[in-house]
């Protein structure tokens, strides 16, 4: 006895789309939260449809084959869309194992003979495992897309440059000051200066957890860069145990201006620029207006 | 042969920068300015460079080296208008000019020139404060 599995499972697409959703649905982790039934049965039913059809004798054994292009391009955007919808690798990776589970169950309801649906089933497992794999592939990338944007969102909110005053900048920097910062950092700073025509920057460093080396080594890289474009740069918002860390590690900012608060740092501006506030005279009238 | 211009402008001589400089054209700048600072006896040179886009390792020494000339000579230089990735650069590459003075354009470094030579306690008569 011969079985044609191509033929049983073409035969076969409205059973196998049934079983598929009821093993998808047997699994209790996926609930109506992220995607409707009515959705997902949509997408199983284009998918086992693309795969059903382009499957033939010569390309089971081989899941590159361009046949499957339909397939593979339906998968990706499944998993890439999953990815970003929060679904877990989980979800995901059951979504297309249970329709293994499926092909299976058909082809075990067409033969009894052994040796022959055991090679059916290892042909049919190789193709959909390397689908799987693919599934995998593209949900991590689309998670990493992910990461790699909200990376980048945080470098660009968290550096801002404010003009506090005429020719006066501030920098706050929050969070560790690695050298792909620092490069965002002082090239924010710079084109800022250039833009402002401002004299004096100053970096307050009050929402950096810990100063090390490395650290300071890119704030003094962010501090020549602001002299040589002919600004000064004051280094404000010091904490006590930094100026610890600090003087234990050696590090030399003897030539750079520091100033333990903002505050502070902008009086020392003022004064440079010869600038001063002071109260007026007379009682403030209408200060809401 | 290709020269950059020196000009004579009181007290100062003013250098601009308009083009990328290569390493020869580097030397001879070098070269003709510390020969002008000992001629005219001017104390205060300012060179642009907001137009240089490139700088290396070679172009960082001889601004270093053309303010220590100068100082020999008791001219103060003042580097201005640097651009930032030009300034990044310098940085990267390990050349702070730390005895190079700076400012942001050319009237700033004039003004800071002008500053400078008062601390010193040169006197006004050059008639640079017509520039005012």
Redesign the interface.
């Known amino acids: 006895m011969f079985i044609n599995i191509i033929k049983t499972l073409k035969n076969n697409k409205g059973e196998i789309l049934e079983l598929w959703m009821k093993n998808q649905l047997a699994d209790s982790v996926l609930t109506e939260e992220l995607i409707s039934h009515q959705e997902l049965r949509k997408q199983s039913e284009e998918l086992v449809n693309a795969l059903v059809n382009n499957l033939n004798e010569n390309n089971i054994n081989d899941s590159q084959s361009p046949d499957f292009d339909q397939v593979t391009e339906l998968l990706g955007g499944i998993s890439i869309s999953r990815a970003r919808l929060g679904f877990s690798p989980r979800e995901t990776g059951s979504f297309i194992l249970s329709l293994k589970e499926a092909l299976l169950e058909i082809l075990k309801q067409e033969s009894s003979n052994v040796k022959e649906l055991f090679e059916e089933t290892l042909k049919l497992s190789r193709l959909l495992d390397n689908f799987t794999i693919l599934t995998f592939e593209t949900f991590i990338k689309g998670r990493e897309e992910l990461i790699m944007r909200q990376t980048d969102e945080i470098t660009d909110i968290s550096t801002p440059v404010i003009k506090v005053w005429d020719g006066i900048l501030a920098l706050p920097i929050i969070g560790t000051l690695d050298s792909a910062r620092t ?1 965002v950092v ?2 924010n700073l ?2 800022e ?2 833009k402002t ?3 004096i920057a100053i970096l307050d460093i009050s929402g950096v957890p810990t100063v090390d080396s490395l650290v300071a080594q890119n704030l003094l ?1 962010a501090v ?8 000064d740069c004051i280094i404000s918002g010091i904490r006590p145990e930094i100026a610890q860390t600090i003087v234990h590690l050696g590090i030399d900012l003897s030539q750079v201006i520091t100033k333990a608060t903002l505050a502070s740092a902008l009086q020392y501006a003022f004064k440079s620029l010869r600038l001063e506030v002071r109260k007026t005279a007379s009682e403030p009238t209408g200060i809401n207006k | 042969m290709e020269r950059i211009p020196i000009l004579k402008m009181g007290a100062f001589l003013l250098v601009t920068i308009q083009i990328d400089l290569y390493d020869r054209l580097a030397l001879d700048l070098e070269e003709d300015l510390v020969k002008m600072v000992e001629q005219t006896s001017v104390k205060g040179v300012l060179i642009d460079i907001s137009a240089v886009s490139i700088v290396d390792s070679f172009m960082g020494r001889i601004l270093g080296n053309i303010a220590s000339m100068s100082k020999l000579l008791d001219a103060q230089t003042v ?6 990735a ?3 650069t ?3 590459l390990g050349l ?2 730390n005895g190079v003075s ?4 050319v009237e ?2 004039m003004h800071l020139l002008r500053s400078m030579m008062d601390f010193n306690g040169t006197d006004q008569e050059d008639g640079y404060s017509s520039y005012d």
């Open positions: 490069q002082m090239e710079l084109q200066i250039v025509g401002s004299g890289k020549s860069a602001t002299r040589l474009m002919g600004a | 580097v201005v208008g640097m651009q930032p030009v300034a990044i310098l940085v990267e702070p000019l700076t400012a942001l354009n700033k470094g």
